[in-house]
């Protein structure tokens, strides 16, 4: 089992920042990855960003460049800096944590979820 403890959301204006933390806990030997997700209003879930356990990392097309994931482990949290928000980045933003076992199967942990809204 794996925990995952979002913060960090909340209310900022066109063009600002925040950062996203989200805190782990568990069978973490065994994860494969983590990432950001992200759903807005009436749309299904996105991909945000994603960063493996070598470290490397992918984005969304409409994010990259003005978001970074990055991971402590030490602390066995990952982390989502954003800025230059914009009106449509406002969504509930979830952690995801996803399991491989050794007969290649996966499972996906996620968090309880963040709001961000971004005014205009």
């Known amino acids: 089992q794996v925990q995952l403890v979002e913060s960090g959301g909340g209310l900022v204006q066109f063009g600002g920042s925040l950062r996203l933390s989200c805190a782990a806990s568990?069978?973490?030997?065994?994860?494969?990855?983590m990432a950001w997700y992200r759903q807005a209003p009436g749309k299904e879930r996105e991909l945000v960003a994603v960063?493996?356990?070598?470290?490397?990392?992918a984005y969304a097309g409409s994010v990259k460049g003005r978001f970074t994931i990055s991971r402590d482990n030490a602390k066995n949290t990952v982390y989502l800096q954003m800025g230059s928000l914009k009106p449509e980045d406002t969504a509930v933003y979830y952690c995801?944590?996803?399991?491989?076992?050794?007969?290649?199967?996966?499972?996906?942990?996620w968090g309880q979820g963040t709001q961000v809204t971004v005014s205009s």
């Open positions: 568990g069978r973490m030997f065994s994860i494969n990855h």
């Open positions: 995801n944590a996803q399991e491989r076992f050794r007969d290649a199967t996966t499972y996906d942990y």
């Open positions: 960063i493996s356990t070598d470290g490397s990392t």
